[in-house]
């Protein structure tokens, strides 16, 4: 296992630790605890509160994702293990802002149930809490059944956009039924090539050929639909593209945004060589490219990998995704 | 070898086509040549222009560096290899605005040579040229040689620190002399996990046992000054930070701006666990941190490693270091 680590077990806290050192004018713990963090600026009375969380080891998800424009808070778990429902409630208490938390986070059945304990710690104390799931990976169950899909980078859009509704005021009904709205029309796929090692159990997630990919695998290296040779990027992003294109019904001249994600060990330039074909597929399509987002939004360790998400926008989307944000890992000033 | 390309002998030149498609408002190839990129927004007469460039395989570095605020211009070359002088040519006469040009660049001999072709080029022309190198890696030549040193990550401070100094109107030489003071007061030390497999060559730059990390490796492979076994990154970082602090005299009470850089395959989490060892160090020392860069700024394709560089400040250097910037790789708004 070659990380620059000091002992597996320190090494969430030790990340969270450093994250509050360098940021402390964004990001702070809650009761010293490195599994709550939370905005460092004042709260907006009135505003919908957003909380989020998901295990360690994805950053930027989900932590980066805190900030002006996007979430408000974040439990943070050990590396691909949910966080607890109770860190979860300590976020929930403290973000709200008398107008209610939205819970948007990835569709995984361990944050499932304790964010659904949260909720229900939360009705106690009279806070009113809705919830949006991100499940955009076409790849983890076939269209239909998209409710049993898996949240990746795509989540990205859904806090960009959620955030940005919130920061407008408008109410929890609304943040949540935009945030839904954005989900719904989220795609991503990917492709890895090599597995990630979870500091803790020190060998890696799964074993795969030295001359193998496996398209379609998720961020914590649940199976794909194709183990292939390595082939041509332009192969891989030609397959993934329009894997996507024919689960969402894209019309000539429509508008999406497109993020190509690289999951931690791939350099960036073969995320634009990937851009490079996406667009010329669209392109080809009659489908516009109205924003993009190339590097590195949602990873797995040392993952080598990258996958290819879009976005189809309406007006309102459009409104809210070019809205500024800032945290420190991710800021859009135009 | 595992990448996500298509022939290796396109990569350089798929990669710049997939950054000009993406971003089209602020990056432009000269004459369809991928070798030259050029800011796209309209020149400012009377400004100075920055021009730097290198081989291919360090995204963000160098072509990331070309934006408001920062350079305006970059000859790419292939991978690790050095881009000609007829391209520097090029993007010199592109982006002379009737104040000169500074070649700002990293101190690697095929750069030298072929931007000391250039500057006679420029010249004939009467284009008037002065030249700073980066030469920042402490562990490539003793302290007292620091003119034989590598340039490395720490290049992202000359950068920032020149380019705020060309947009406020500076003349060539004082632009010229900024720059060099910002060389002056940078060091940099890094570790290599792992070598980076360069597209052409087809196998790794160097070998290293499962369980070593080489201390002072350069960003292609170079030779370092300790191969050990894996230790504990705080370990690492003292001897990193210390070996830095040895080379250039901090005071008690000293500012230095920090930058934790990932090589390419490194995860964020671990580059923050690093800041947090950087940061007691320093405090430790009495010496403050008054702005951090931690992320992936001078990589080595997929290499896992990671460098400390501090640059030490003075007034001057804390004005145009806060300045604004903006390139799709490297946005500072506050």
């Given at each position: 296992?070659?990380?620059?680590?000091?002992?597996?077990?320190?090494?969430?806290?030790?990340?969270?630790?450093?994250?509050?050192?360098?940021?402390?004018?964004?990001?702070?713990?809650?009761?010293?605890n490195?599994h709550c963090?939370?905005?460092?600026?004042?709260?907006?009375?009135?505003?919908?509160?957003?909380?989020?969380?998901?295990?360690?080891?994805?950053?930027?998800?989900?932590?980066?994702?805190?900030?002006?424009?996007?979430?408000?808070?974040?439990s943070?778990?050990?590396?691909?293990?949910?966080p607890s429902a109770e860190v979860m409630h300590d976020i929930d208490?403290?973000?709200?802002?008398?107008?209610?938390?939205?819970?948007?986070?990835?569709?995984?059945?361990?944050?499932?149930?304790n964010?659904?304990m949260a909720?229900?710690l939360?009705?106690?104390?009279?806070?009113?809490?809705?919830?949006?799931?991100?499940?955009?990976?076409?790849?983890?169950?076939?269209?239909?059944?998209?409710?049993?899909?898996?949240?990746?980078?795509?989540?990205?859009?859904?806090?960009?956009?959620?955030?940005?509704?919130?920061?407008?005021?408008?109410?929890?009904?609304?943040?949540?039924?935009?945030?839904?709205?954005?989900?719904?029309?989220?795609?991503?796929?990917?492709?890895?090539?090599?597995?990630?090692?979870?500091?803790?159990?020190?060998?890696?997630?799964?074993?795969?050929?030295?001359?193998?990919?496996?398209?379609?695998?998720?961020?914590?290296?649940?199976?794909?639909?194709?183990?292939?040779?390595?082939?041509?990027?332009?192969?891989?992003?030609?397959?993934?593209?329009?894997?996507?294109?024919?689960?969402?019904?894209?019309?000539?001249?429509?508008?999406?945004?497109?993020?190509?994600?690289?999951?931690?060990?791939?350099?960036?330039?073969?995320?634009?060589?990937?851009?490079?074909?996406?667009?010329?597929?669209?392109?080809?399509?009659?489908?516009?490219?109205?924003?993009?987002?190339?590097?590195?939004?949602?990873?797995?360790?040392?993952?080598?990998?990258?996958?290819?998400?879009?976005?189809?926008?309406?007006?309102?989307?459009?409104?809210?995704?070019?809205?500024?944000?800032?945290?420190?890992?991710?800021?859009?000033?135009?």
């Open positions: 296992m070659k990380k620059l680590i000091n002992k597996a077990e320190d090494f969430a806290r030790e990340t969270i630790e450093g994250i509050v050192l360098a940021h402390p004018e964004s990001l702070k713990m809650l009761n010293e490195h963090v939370v905005r460092a600026d004042e709260k907006k009375q009135g505003k919908v509160a957003i909380a989020t969380g998901g295990g360690s080891g994805h950053l930027p998800l989900f932590l980066g994702y805190v900030g002006k424009g996007l979430a408000d808070g974040v943070v778990g050990n590396v691909f293990a949910s208490k403290a973000i709200h802002a008398g107008a209610g938390v939205l819970h948007l986070y990835g569709n995984y059945g361990g944050d499932i149930m964010f659904g909720a229900d939360a009705e106690m104390e009279d806070i009113e809490v809705t919830e949006v799931l991100g499940c955009d990976d076409v790849a983890s169950a076939p269209k239909g059944k998209e409710s049993k899909r898996r949240g990746v980078a795509g989540l990205l859009f859904a806090y960009k956009i959620a955030g940005a509704a919130a920061e407008d005021m408008l109410s929890l009904a609304e943040v949540t039924r935009v945030a839904q709205k954005t989900v719904d029309n989220t795609r991503t796929m990917g492709v890895a090539l090599t597995p990630c090692i979870v500091p803790e159990a020190g060998k890696a997630t799964f074993s795969i050929g030295e001359d193998e990919m496996e398209i379609g695998m998720g961020i914590h290296g649940e199976p794909g639909i194709n183990r292939t040779k390595l082939k041509p990027i332009d192969e891989v992003v030609a397959e993934i593209t329009n894997k996507i294109l024919s689960d969402l019904s894209f019309e000539d001249g429509s508008e999406v945004s497109v993020l190509v994600n690289g999951l931690g060990g791939t350099p960036k330039e073969e995320l634009y060589i990937a851009y490079r074909q996406v667009y010329k597929i669209l392109q080809g399509k009659g489908i516009k490219i109205y924003r993009k987002y190339i590097g590195e939004y949602a990873t797995s360790l040392e993952m080598a990998g990258m996958s290819v998400s879009l976005l189809r926008l309406d007006d309102e989307l459009k409104k809210y995704i070019d809205r500024p944000c800032y945290s420190p890992f991710f800021e859009q000033s135009r």
